[in-house]
């Protein structure tokens, strides 16, 4: 069990230190109808993609310890789901309903699109 615990600590270590270098290097754009926040739509699809094809090829090639250190650890903590939560909060708090709508559709529809594309992917690369 510890080992286990410590694959997941090494992933979602090494993939909050990458979202946070994205964040560091995505900058923040304003579109001309609304503000959506890059950074965290950037790592959100990135980490779709990523755990798209990390689940496809450990469905075929199981491996735990991989498993628990790329898709629960690193792709746990590269991913934010939270951060895109508070952030859709934040416009709606100040009553900015597009860029919320727009964010939020946006990003759910990418970030599906993305593990569909990741799943592809690992097919392609098998």
Known sequence: MIVKLLLVFVGGGLGSVAR???SLFV????LSLCSIPLSTLCVNVLGCLAIGFLAACFASQPSERAK????????????TFSTFS???IEYLKVSDYASASIY???????????TLCGVYLSKLAM
């Open 20 to 22: 946070f270098l994205v």
């Open 27 to 30: 900058p923040k754009v304003r």
């Open 68 to 79: 628990l250190l790329l898709v629960g650890g690193f792709c746990g903590g590269f991913t």
């Open 86 to 88: 508070l952030e859709c």
């Open 104 to 114: 939020m559709i946006v990003s759910l529809s990418l970030c599906i699109l993305s």
